[in-house]
Antibody
Framework: QVQLVESGGGVVQPGRSLRLSCAASGFSFRSYAMHWVRQAPGKGLEWVAFISYNGGNKYYADSVKGRVTISRDNSQNRVYLEVSGLKTEDTAVYYC?????????????WGQGTLVTVSS | QSALTQPASVSGSPGQSITISCTGTNSDVGGYDYVSWFQQHPGKAPKLMIYEVNNRPSGVSDRFSGSKSGNTASLTISGLQTEDEADYYCTSYTTSSALVFGGGTRLTVL
């Protein structure tokens, strides 16, 4: 069955960087686009980034553009999200999700998320 | 990338039907058929309920249906059950090659 497992979260000081990882299994990872979505405590969902099946196309939310980099390693079945210049408002649960169906813009499977807390 | 507009809350009794709206613009909801709906229970990851406006993934109850008219998409849940009580989010592809979410709707089953 499809499984997505995020890791790399924790408590980080403002201004530092962090790399999140998402391990995928149960499907042909190299055939699917992948996304990162975050959710601040008690708030709604916010889309963060998209990467196409082969890494050739990457798109970012305006709110994080310039501070976030999405990447993938199809040999390791992993997708990554690097966030630099962390701010307190980046505190959130970060989910990776598979981009299923036509075009890869429907998020059909989600991981359980990893919590990032930005605090001094 | 302004958030799509959803009502903050809706409620209904078991067995009734409810509809949650999701209003955007010509640059997102009105311009593409990449509208999805997600259900999220407290402390859990979101679950895809509807994709591409009106398609149900395998395993999702046919009590859930989606539609779109102009810049507004809708999720209808018929035959409400207590387990339907959750937060619901819509999302749409945009002209900026991005996704935008709605603010979320809390469904209470009375």
């Amino acid at each position: 069955q499809v499984q997505l497992v995020e890791s790399g979260g924790g408590v980080v000081q403002p201004g530092r960087s962090l790399r999140l990882s998402c391990a995928a299994s149960g499907f042909s990872f190299r055939s699917y686009a992948m996304h990162w979505v975050r959710q601040a405590p008690g708030k709604g969902l916010e889309w963060v980034a998209f990467i196409s099946y082969n890494g050739g196309n990457k798109y970012y939310a305006d709110s994080v553009k310039g501070r976030v980099t999405i990447s993938r390693d199809n040999s390791q079945n992993r997708v990554y999200l690097e966030v630099s210049g962390l701010k307190t408002e980046d505190t959130a649960v970060y989910y990776c999700a598979r981009g299923g169906f036509r075009g890869g813009w429907s998020l059909d499977y989600w991981g359980q998320g990893t919590l990032v807390t930005v605090s001094s | 990338q302004s958030a799509l507009t959803q009502p903050a809350s809706v409620s209904g009794s078991p067995g009734q039907s409810i509809t949650i709206s999701c209003t955007g613009t010509n640059s997102d909801v009105g311009g593409y058929d990449y509208v999805s709906w997600f259900q999220q229970h407290p402390g859990k990851a979101p679950k895809l309920m509807i994709y591409e406006v009106n398609n149900r993934p395998s395993g999702v109850s046919d009590r859930f249906s989606g539609s779109k008219s102009g810049n507004t998409a809708s999720l209808t849940i018929s035959g409400l059950q207590t387990e339907d009580e959750a937060d619901y989010y819509c999302t749409s592809y945009t002209t900026s090659s991005a996704l935008v979410f709605g603010g979320g709707t809390r469904l209470t089953v009375l």
